[in-house]
Each structure stands twice: as C-alpha cells, then as structure tokens.
C-alpha cells in the first residue's frame, strides 16, 4: 500500500523528484504514517528523481567492480545484505545508522587504494 501510493507521487515528478526532506511535504496523508518508502529504490526516486536512482546505481556498480577487482569477496555478502535490506525494511537516507554503516563500508573497501596511492 505504501509503495502504490509513492508510485503515484514519483510518476507526477519522475526526473528530478521532490528533493531530499521531502517526505513530510508531500502531501500525502496516508504516507505520513511512515517515516519514509521502506524501499531504496522508490525513496530514492521521490527525492531525487531517474537523475538521483541513476547516479546512486552507479555508485553501487562502481563499489560492486572494486570488490571484485580486489578478489575482496568477504564483502559482497556484506553488500548483497545491504541493498536487499534497503529494499524491504528501510529507506536509503532514512537510518543516521545506515548511512553511517554504508561511509565506512566504502571507506573500507577503498582503503588499500589509499595505502597503494603513498
């Protein structure tokens, strides 16, 4: 229900969205019973619009090819865990704790290329 009622919104602003603290404003009573999508990729669509969603699966493409290309597989389940739960049960900018998580995962898995840049 809550993701049939933030397809309508997205559909009115599908390019550029509605800008990132948002949610409250929309004027949609039935979405201000949650605190956000509890889905990535729509919460990121109503915020940032197609613009945002394709700079923000770039990025994921871009993390995703450097694990792979540093055989550091440890962390894909660590990755895979992270985007199925931003699907299901939280938002993507929703949880301080999320984002928090996702900074040092990426600091992390770019860390030998600092070392590597001496």
Avoid at 35 to 45: A, F, G, Q, W
Avoid at 46 to 66: E, N, P, Y
């Amino acid at each position: 229900m809550i993701w049939q009622h933030t397809i309508v919104l997205i559909q009115k602003s599908f390019l550029v969205g509605y800008g990132m603290d948002s949610w409250k404003n929309l004027g949609d009573e039935f979405l201000l019973q949650y605190p956000d999508s509890h889905n990535m990729i729509l919460e990121i669509l109503i915020k940032t619009g197609v613009i945002g969603l394709i700079a923000c699966f770039f990025t994921i493409g871009v993390v995703l090819i450097k694990i792979f290309k540093t055989r550091n597989y440890i962390l894909l389940p660590i990755a895979t865990y992270f985007l199925v739960i931003t699907q299901f049960d939280f938002g993507a900018f929703g949880s301080k704790e999320l984002l928090s998580f996702l900074t040092i995962f990426v600091f992390y898995i770019y860390s030998d290329s600092f070392k590597l840049a001496k």
